[in-house]
């Protein structure tokens, strides 16, 4: 039971991550760059939201520097 709360939990961090990351990345590159803006820097932001999912450890210290 112990095993699939956290199997859940890490799935929904990822989602989460990802898709905040990504959609950082779009808004920026919309307001900036338009359509192409928006795009790449969407695709720059799913890539860090993967890498940051992955790695829990390096957002949470992140958040505790700030």
Partial sequence: MVKAFLVVIRLVWTVLVIGVATLMG???GWEWHGWIGAIALGTVGFGLG?????CPEVLLELFAEI
């Fill in 50 to 54: 993967a890498l940051l999912a992955a």
């Fill in 26 to 28: 779009a808004a920026l």
